[in-house]
């Protein structure tokens, strides 16, 4: 099994990597180009070592060593779909009967099977249900994908189902900015869907939110055969368009007013409008890797 590095390792090479650091303002003068490239690049190897040892322990919480079935309640905090179209709750500020807090995960993931009645989660809301939850698994294979690494730097110490109606207990409570955002995220999913019918009602809503609660299985299969799934990762090809739809358009807009495309800089002002639209949709999209990446690079 997989392992992090030691507490004892970690502090020598934070040391190393202070040294090294130091080693280039305090001796730059004397030290050829061909010497302190070197030391630079160990430096910020040496950094990122460290950084990345930095977040996995910054991200521990308990996980779950054993299978659970009882009661769980928690706060919903995000609202997405299974492969098998199952809706999933996943919940913060978890209560398990008998489970003390220690032993508590941080987060779990609960996929809802079977009549839910009336029922509409919403991210605030606080929820009680009966289900069965287990630890998260790892890789099927060797060498294949570890959702057990992603649940760790998730937070996600548990996942499980149930195929009872849950039970809401409180109404939904706005209470911190994650919460407010992925309301809004899903609120404007839903009005895309309800507003564009048909599959092309969902993939409008998986690429301006990130949402593909509503994107059909045969649909996204058809896609992956034809080579087109990478469109669903928000990335490159739709930031670019984002940023620069935006540049164009409010250069060409400054540019129509005489008094201001000859006294300002107006390229700079649409290059800022075209970063805040680019920051903008970094957070509506949900922020994943590849479009934080792509954010990123069209900061740069």
Known sequence: MKTEPSALLRVLVLILMLVTASLVPLTGRKLPWAW????????????????????????????????????????????????????????????????SSWRTPDRVRVSLHGDQGNVKPEPGQFV???????????????????????????????????????????????????????????????AISSRIEGPEGGFAAAIL??????????????????????????SGLHMGLLTGAVFFALRAAFAIVPMIALTYPIKKFAALGALIAAFSYLHLSGASVATERAFIMASL
């Open 209 to 234: 939110t990130g949402d593909r609660a509503g994107l059909d299985p045969d649909h996204v299969r058809n896609l992956r055969h034809s080579n087109l799934a990478h469109l669903l990762a928000i």
């Open 36 to 99: 302190r490239a070197p030391l630079l690049g160990l430096a910020t190897l040496l950094a990122g070592f460290t950084l990345a040892a930095w977040r996995a322990h910054d991200v521990a919480a308990p996980v779950l060593s054993f299978r659970y079935y009882g009661p769980i309640e928690g706060r919903i905090v995000a609202i997405d779909r299974s492969r098998s179209g199952a809706m999933r709750l996943t919940l913060d500020q978890i209560g398990l009967e008998d489970v």
């Open 128 to 190: 009680a249900m009966t289900g069965h939850l287990s630890p998260p698994g790892g890789p099927s294979e060797p060498g294949g994908f570890d959702f057990r690494r992603l649940a760790w730097f998730q937070s996600l110490g548990a996942v499980g189902y149930t195929r009872k109606p849950i039970a809401l207990l409180t109404p939904p409570t706005s209470t911190g900015w994650r919460i407010w955002l992925y309301t809004l995220r899903l609120s404007l999913s839903n």
